[in-house]
């Protein structure tokens, strides 16, 4: 299998180069050369596997096993999985009236990050110790990620993570998970600013090509292609513990309502929809509502400012991910690709073309979500099955919701669940429910943490790349003392 850049200057590469390589060089994101068509057979025969065998199914078709063996990579996802509080690793709940919620959150920060991030960390390792390198890993982070990622690659003798984390725009859980490890490759920045702002100084760190290959950065955001890899193993699981019957042709339909913010997860509903996998994809979005304009006017475009909701995970502007269902869905045409993105990147504006919008429209719905909205579904959600949302997973159940009121449910439907709600009290209150906050959670509070201030009028990009020129100075220290 080999991987292309969705702007088509660069050059195919292998999965281990693609893993390493976070953005293409040209600016694109990596995606398959060719996307494997599944038969009806394969998708029978998937039916029956747990998620981590489905994991292993579609880890296979995308790898290859001259560079991971089918065993190693076996044993590299059990490994992965191996610390999930569900022997299911994802859970359907099936509640009142036709709502099917799928629990992503079993993970040890309760999100769904874990999934794709604890895979993607062990395919770093081993590529990594069998090339003998060490890699300084850099994240941006809305929220789950950050907290994801360092629960991941802690403690790992061949990597530095440094997570930039936007200060006050988190919660407060959130926070606490990332500033609380104190291991020795883990380097916390507060930023004054939102997760859109602290992009930045990670891309113009990224963009000096010679300064990142020098100091072998990359970054374990939603733009490495392994994260969107895993990520397709939700769609396949929530079908087939959704599809009424697999006897009849064609196979019965499945509605899986998304709640995104960067789009990584809406990209590999659409690859799976490409693959074969009979589902419709409804993607919902908060006051925060890019991705909505664009499936129902075609108007790519930013606002003037982030909007903070509820739901903070999802809290972006620049839904990055898009360009590769732009991609997917434009027969790969990477010039037509390239001139979009390059045209939003100039303007932060852009209207697609009208077949391109017809094509998306088709493939996706889409709806956007108020907090009043939110706190409501969470409300009646708790009212009705006594089970707690949190405001993310609130975001895709108000679709169930307008959906079915006054009727009975039309079409099977999955809700994905992207964390759990002991990570959202702020929420949870708000809703008007009391928070059942694990032992594990409350205990952050009286923990030490670590975070270095990013303020407003600091140099962001040069605090980043001093803090990677000095990791890299202690490593070559720590080399010489050990000869």
């Given at each position: 299998?080999w ?13 281990e ?29 998937w039916?029956?596997?747990s ?11 995308f790898?290859?096993p ?23 690793v ?10 099917n ?6 993970g040890?920060?309760?999100a ?15 590529f ?7 890699i ?8 789950d990620?950050?907290s ?10 061949n ?23 104190l ?26 090509v010679?300064?990142a290959?020098?100091?072998n950065?990359m ?29 009849v ?22 690859i ?27 108007d ?15 809290d972006i ?19 037509a ?24 429209s ?24 006594q ?30 669940a992207?964390?759990s709600?002991?990570?959202?009290p ?17 205990a ?10 990013m303020r407003k ?8 790349r001093d803090?990677?020129?000095?990791l ?7 080399f010489?003392?050990?000869?």
């Amino acid at each position: 299998m080999w991987y292309v850049s969705t702007r088509g200057t660069t050059s195919c590469m292998d999965f281990e180069g693609v893993l390493f390589s976070g953005y293409a060089s040209d600016g694109g994101l990596f995606m398959p050369e060719e996307i494997p068509q599944l038969d009806r057979e394969t998708l029978h025969q998937w039916s029956t596997l747990s998620y981590p065998s489905l994991v292993k199914e579609l880890c296979s078709l995308f790898i290859g096993p001259t560079l991971i063996p089918r065993d190693d990579l076996s044993d590299l996802i059990d490994r992965a999985f191996s610390r999930f509080r569900h022997r299911e690793v994802v859970h359907l709940s099936k509640l009142r009236d036709g709502l099917n919620v799928l629990e992503l959150w079993h993970g040890v920060t309760y999100a769904f990050k874990d999934l794709s991030l604890s895979c993607t960390a062990q395919f770093l390792q081993y590529f990594l110790e069998k090339r003998e390198k060490h890699i300084t890993v850099l994240v941006g982070t809305s929220g789950d990620t950050g907290s994801a990622a360092i629960e991941s690659v802690q403690g790992a003798k061949n990597m530095d993570i440094v997570v930039l984390l936007p200060s006050g725009h988190c919660t407060k859980i959130q926070e606490l998970q990332m500033t609380t490890v104190l291991r020795e490759n883990v380097h916390v920045f507060g930023v004054e600013g939102n997760s859109d702002e602290l992009d930045e100084p990670i891309k113009a760190v990224f963009a000096d090509v010679p300064f990142a290959k020098k100091h072998n950065l990359m970054s374990l955001n939603s733009i490495n292609w392994s994260r969107i890899l895993v990520q397709m193993a939700h769609y396949f699981f929530a079908y087939f513990q959704c599809a009424p019957w697999l006897d009849v042709h064609p196979l019965p339909p499945v509605e899986v309502v998304v709640p995104t913010g960067a789009a990584g997860n809406l990209a590999a509903g659409c690859i799976a929809q490409k693959m074969g996998l009979p589902i419709h994809l409804v993607v919902a979005v908060n006051n925060n509502d890019i991705i909505h304009r664009t499936v129902q006017q075609g108007d790519f475009s930013m606002s003037t400012a982030v909007k903070p909701t509820l739901a903070s995970a999802m809290d972006i502007q620049v839904p990055y991910n898009m360009e590769r269902i732009f991609w997917l869905l434009s027969d790969s045409n990477s010039q037509a690709t390239r001139a979009l993105m390059e045209q939003f990147e100039k303007t932060q504006s852009l209207s697609l073309p009208k077949e391109l919008h017809n094509k998306l429209s088709g493939a996706v719905t889409s709806l956007a979500v108020s907090d009043e909205t939110i706190t409501q579904t969470m409300s009646r959600c708790w009212e009705e099955n006594q089970y707690l949302l949190c405001p993310h997973s609130a975001v895709a159940v108000s679709y169930h919701y307008q959906q079915t009121d006054g009727q009975q449910p039309s079409t099977v439907r999955c809700c994905l669940a992207p964390a759990s709600a002991v990570k959202f009290p702020e929420a949870v209150l708000a809703a008007g429910l009391t928070p059942d906050t694990p032992a594990e959670i409350l205990a952050l509070e009286s923990k030490e943490t670590c975070c270095t201030p990013m303020r407003k009028g600091d140099d962001w990009t040069q605090m980043l790349r001093d803090t990677i020129e000095g990791l890299s100075q202690r490593r070559g220290a720590d080399f010489l003392n050990a000869l």
